[in-house]
């Protein structure tokens, strides 16, 4: 069977109306049983199948479903289940679930970011005691239910080589052998079952490899190649550029080898000085799978052109899965004219892809005409000119022993001060009543009488516990970047643009599209509320420029350093307003920072000088005894940490609790001087913390860092846990606080 001309990398899994989320939250909470659950998974993958046979893309992947994490998947599949929730003697399906969100007696695995994506994988966990087993019960019984509706599918599996490469543990690197061994075996039983087709992905070699790590993606490939009993090898690669590990695996007996032309253009001169290429497909990643902006099919067609000439066989594809943008264009019913002409969600995009395949085919295809270009509309000469005026002393604050000094004068803090995120949970009835507001069912006042009444009992709750930098809760905000989005200019939001960012966690990005401007005010009426409630420090909350990009769909026609320091204008007048309005701590929040950090060392430093920039534009308005916080969770601190500390954020606090506090080393080496919050509760487990584990966790702690710098803080907001264990957890933070810091 061949490859055929067009294809995806995957698509979103789940639902037009997020059906996905709500059968796996209703599970969780045993509203339904694990048959119900599986009926409306069933379902879902039945639906994209025929979505995709409909559209007439020629090739249709398949076990890209997932209840939770498509890498846990992975690891289910080779058996990399460690033997903390193998004894548990829970169902295979709990059993996975306790895996990925953590049960009383044992934490979940480490989460954190794919790639330069907001989406979150769970770090599987290799180590001595680790036997690998296949297990391929999944993709197996997904192609049998493809094959009764009549559907041919490619099953979907991370690649041995990236699974271990993003593997924790005790040497993953060194069971490279084993592990092939074990997806040979599941190779076999895919043939066995008919599977004409096999995709490998392999995103980890856009990244900088040594030279041991590109001969072990080329020994991988020659073992699974070598099979006499295999289904045809689709190797995938997106998110940049193979560099080396390309003539490596070009080297392979593979059949088909997958490379993303969008945010990776190298790899066409790449694969051009690479010579013969041995019969192989290549699938060109022409269509952007991480933004929505309608593709240029015509320059689509060029590029693809001459990939046609360098190969004998050339399929057209997604740069990388759908999974990171929305499902249908056709349920935004309010979007501006002028933006929804220029858009394309997942649903589009396939029919870009089999578009472009047609017009690969047969030399002619009836093309839309290039996205316009922006309309003045969207252009703020005010924005541009205040930018234009910028001076290095906008991006500077005084020496921070001057700050800290006037800080603690101010606020007048305990060693170990103990505080939160930002976020507290957001109950049905907050978002019954932002619903009701949208529809017209409540008024204006009412809406806020409600927000007041949610702040004044976050704040009471606050108190009682002993908290001492307490948070208005957030109650007011449908999501940390959208909230912000509906009051910018440059921004539009959408009704149904849902994307999954981990488990049954979905958001909503807005969409920037043109110059940012802030029209008023966007949290000191709430800040200021708070803050008038109690005689406590109350932290104003914002997010930071540069979470505020990742966290939503870019423009494409600017620079995104341009853009950020937009984004920073905007918060740098809100963090004045909130020092006028007497709030004397100030939190910015940061997480996405190592997320976008370009994958390639070299691109690395450009990107990080205008993140640090766009940050410290707009935090450097302050006065030196205004305190600023800001936060940052779920990545690989250590590869960020000398930018972490040029932030020059007064405190930081940090996801620890998950990478047994291992950051705490990576910021001593570097000499961190200043505030820092490590997390000791991980608020994305539905467990309780134990006293004594909150002890341990700040013992370890002080032992790494002085306790008159050290705060104490959950790793994350709490708007996705339930009151109950917010209340006992924070208790046994507040009291291991208490108890170290007497000791």
Not at 60 to 67: A, G, K, L
Not at 567 to 590: F, M, N, P, S, Y
Request: aromatic share 6%.
């Amino acid at each position: 069977m061949s490859f055929g001309q067009s294809t995806v990398l995957g698509y979103p899994r789940i639902g037009a109306n997020r059906e996905l989320k709500k059968a796996v939250e209703a599970y969780w909470s045993g509203t339904v049983d694990a048959a119900a659950l599986e009926a409306t998974a069933a379902g879902l993958r039945a639906e994209v199948w025929q979505t995709l046979r409909d559209a007439r893309l020629d090739a249709i992947p398949s076990n890209t479903f997932s209840y939770y994490d498509h890498v846990l998947d992975t690891a289910v599949a080779v058996g990399a289940i460690p033997e903390r929730f193998e004894r548990l003697g829970l169902s295979k399906l709990d059993t996975y679930f306790a895996m990925a969100r953590g049960v009383d007696a044992e934490p979940a695995l480490e989460l954190t970011k794919w790639f330069d994506t907001n989406y979150h994988y769970l770090v599987p966990e290799i180590d001595d005691e680790t036997i690998f087993a296949a297990d391929p019960a999944k993709p197996l019984r997904e192609y049998a239910e493809a094959r009764d509706l009549g559907i041919t599918t490619r099953p979907v599996l991370v690649g041995p080589a990236t699974f271990l490469l993003l593997a924790k543990g005790s040497a993953p690197f060194e069971r490279f052998g084993e592990l092939t061994d074990t997806y040979a075996e599941i190779l076999g039983r895919l043939a066995d079952a008919g599977v004409p087709w096999v995709q490998l992905d392999e995103p980890a070699y856009v990244a900088d490899r040594t030279p041991a790590e590109i001969d072990a993606l080329r020994a991988v490939y020659h073992r699974l190649g070598g099979l006499e009993n295999r289904p045809k090898i689709f190797v995938a690669t997106y998110f940049g550029e193979l560099g080396d590990a390309l003539p490596a695996l070009l080297d392979t007996p593979i059949e088909a080898l997958g490379l993303d032309l969008v945010a990776g253009p190298g790899n066409l001169a790449r694969l051009s000085a690479a010579g013969p290429l041995g019969g192989k497909t290549i699938v060109a990643g022409l269509v952007d799978g991480h933004n929505i902006w309608r593709t240029d099919l015509g320059a689509a067609v060029a590029t693809g052109a001459v990939v046609a000439g360098l190969a004998d066989h050339v399929a057209v594809s997604t740069s990388c899965s759908l999974l990171h943008v929305p499902v249908d264009l056709s349920a935004e019913k309010h979007l501006d004219p002028d933006l929804h002409a220029r858009l394309a969600f997942a649903r589009q995009k396939v029919d870009e892809v089999v578009l472009l395949g047609r017009a690969l085919r047969d030399g002619t295809a009836d093309l839309p005409s290039p996205p316009p270009a922006p309309p003045a509309s969207w252009r703020n000469a005010g924005v541009r000119d205040r930018l234009a005026a910028l001076t290095p002393a906008d991006r500077q604050r005084g020496p921070y022993a001057e700050r800290a000094a006037a800080q603690q004068a101010r606020l007048g803090l305990p060693d170990l001060p103990t505080t939160t995120i930002g976020s507290f949970p957001q109950t049905p009835s907050l978002r019954a009543a932002r619903a009701s507001l949208r529809a017209g069912r409540l008024s204006a006042d009412s809406y806020a009488d409600q927000m007041r009444a949610e702040i004044e009992h976050v704040i009471r709750l606050q108190e009682a516990l002993g908290l001492d930098v307490l948070v208005h809760g957030e109650p007011e905000r449908n999501d940390m970047v959208q909230y912000f989005g509906d009051q910018l200019d440059g921004f539009a939001t959408t009704e149904s643009g849902w994307v999954q960012s981990y488990g049954s966690r979905c958001v909503r990005p807005p969409i920037i599209f043109g110059d940012v401007a802030r029209r008023g005010a966007m949290t000191v009426e709430w800040s200021a509320f708070a803050q008038s409630l109690t005689p406590k420090p109350v932290k104003g909350m914002l997010t930071g420029p540069v979470t505020i990009l990742a966290w939503s769909f870019v423009r494409n026609d600017q620079p995104r350093a341009e853009t950020a320091d937009q984004v920073a204008l905007a918060l740098r007048d809100e963090t004045a307003d909130l020092e006028a309005a007497g709030v004397k701590v100030i939190q910015v929040d940061e997480p996405a920072l190592r997320e976008t950090l370009p994958l390639r060392k070299a691109d690395q430093k450009a990107y990080l000088d205008w993140a640090i920039g766009a940050f410290r534009l707009a935090t450097s308005g302050v006065a030196a005894d205004t305190q600023v916080h800001t936060h940052l969770c779920y990545s690989e601190f250590g590869e960020v940490i000398t930018a972490i500390d040029a932030l020059d954020a007064d405190v930081t606090s940090i996801e620890a609790s998950r990478s047994k506090m291992e950051v705490l080393a990576d910021l001593a080496a570097i000499g961190y001087s200043r505030g820092v919050g490590p997390g000791v509760w991980d608020i994305h487990s539905p467990r309780v913390p134990t006293h004594d584990e909150v002890v341990g966790a700040l013992r370890r702690a002080v032992a790494a860092v002085p306790a008159q710098r050290l705060w104490v803080n959950p790793d994350c907001g709490l708007k996705t846990r339930g009151y109950a264990e917010v209340e006992a957890s924070l208790r046994h933070l507040v009291a291991a606080a208490a108890e170290v810091r007497g000791s």
